[in-house]
């Protein structure tokens, strides 16, 4: 009888805890050239406008889609621009300036040229890199309120951060609806909210730039982690990889000495400005730029295959796979 009643007990509780338990809403969308996929604990409605957010994001912010913001400011040297197309460009003019320039958003005319956005890839003669690389300068870019003007020639591409941004955007919007618990993955671009239902971390995968496997993972919450490499868009000719990150200084593809750069912190578009930038920069440069700026941590893979963490992952970066067994540097601010 004691039996049958505490069986009726634990039963009456798993009721009560299942009724509780948020459900796992998610949704998975092509957008920004990127498979996305949502997932949040909460109302459905919350993954409803996500989706949305992230169409209109897309409409106004990408460089390709003839009526954006961006296209509209390139095809006319400037212009009246959304008020959060204009906040996202003075927060990216911010991250220029902090990473002197490996950063750029006015690289666009050198991305062009080598067909990344295009489909029309190509290897531009030094002449031809020499005269866009003119027209290359964030700090010749104004922005007053939301009216933008360019020096003649200049194209902006915010491509760099916006997946960053997006990812921010969907976190700020599910936590005023109350989410406790979800996952925006935008590629190589992830933002968590909160932990996992259960309470414990959300622990999130980063790619080996050199196969299709995951090189470890760190265990996160409420922070974004964003990962650029060049192993994430590229094309091949006479045997060299031309990736699509350009060094703003040569006008070519990057390549100083890093295969990927991680960067995690609480704002996803520093997390995927400095992403970017670390990736042109080279990892001494990444490292000093760490060490002189709070917010955010690194994990930095070389071109040999070299594993770099920053001490705040201590304890939260756990190599995998092929990683397992090599050597990680821990940098230290002290
Ligand atoms: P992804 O968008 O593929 O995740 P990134 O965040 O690293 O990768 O952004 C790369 C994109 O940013 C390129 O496709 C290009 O549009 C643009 N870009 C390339 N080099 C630079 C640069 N040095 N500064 C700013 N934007 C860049
Ligand atoms: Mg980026």
Same mark, same amino acid.
């Given at each position: ?16 805890? +299942?009724?509780?338990?948020?459900? +796992?809403?998610?949704?998975?969308? !092509?957008?920004?050239?990127? %498979?996305? @996929? ?10 409803? $406008? ?8 897309? &409409? ?5 889609? &003839?009526?954006?913001? /961006? ?14 197309? +204009? ?19 006015? %690289? =666009? ?6 067909? !990344? ?6 290897? #531009? ?26 020096? &003649? ?22 936590? $005023? ?6 996952? /925006? ?20 995968? /980063?790619?080996?730039? !050199? ?12 922070? +974004? ?53 670390? =990736?042109?920069?080279? #990892? ?11 917010? !955010? ?25 092929? =990683?397992?067994?090599? @050597?990680?540097? %821990?940098?230290?601010?002290?």
């Amino acid at each position: 009888m004691r039996r049958a009643s505490s069986a009726l007990l634990c039963l009456a509780l798993l009721l009560i805890l +299942a009724g509780c338990a948020p459900q +796992a809403r998610t949704a998975t969308v !092509f957008a920004m050239d990127t %498979v996305m @996929e949502l997932t949040a604990y909460g109302d459905k409605a919350c993954v409803d $406008e996500a989706v949305s957010l992230i169409h209109a994001l897309e &409409a106004r912010l990408s460089v390709t889609a &003839a009526d954006s913001d /961006i296209a509209r400011v390139n095809s006319s040297g400037g212009g009246e621009i959304d008020p959060e197309t +204009a906040a996202l460009l003075k927060r990216a003019l911010e991250l220029c300036k902090l990473t002197g320039g490996a950063l750029d958003v006015t %690289v =666009y005319p050198l991305v062009r040229a080598w067909g !990344f956005t295009t489909g029309a890839y190509r290897v #531009p003669g030094d002449d031809e890199i020499g005269a866009l690389l003119e027209k290359v300068d964030y700090a010749a870019v104004r922005v007053e309120e939301t009216a933008v003007s360019l020096p &003649a020639g200049a194209m902006l591409d915010l491509g760099a951060v916006a997946k960053g941004w997006t990812g921010d955007e969907i976190a700020a919007l599910w936590r $005023e609806a109350g989410v406790k618990s979800g996952l /925006i993955n935008l590629g190589g671009n992830v933002q968590t909210v909160g932990g996992k239902p259960d309470g414990s971390d959300w622990v999130v995968g /980063i790619r080996d730039p !050199f196969s299709e496997d995951v090189m470890g993972a760190v265990s996160v919450r409420d922070l +974004a982690v964003v990962t650029s490499g060049g192993y994430q868009r590229y094309f091949e000719q006479d045997g060299v990889r031309w990736c699509h990150i350009i060094d703003p200084v040569t006008g070519r593809p990057a390549d100083k000495g890093l295969a990927s750069v991680t960067v995690i912190g609480p704002e996803g578009v520093l997390c995927d400005g400095l992403s970017t930038a670390l =990736y042109v920069m080279g #990892p001494e440069a990444a490292v000093r730029l760490w060490r002189e700026n709070a917010g !955010f941590d690194l994990v930095l893979v070389t071109a040999g295959g070299e594993v770099t963490v920053t001490e705040g992952l201590e304890g939260r970066f756990t190599p995998m796979g092929a =990683y397992t067994d090599k @050597e990680i540097k %821990v940098m230290r601010r002290g």
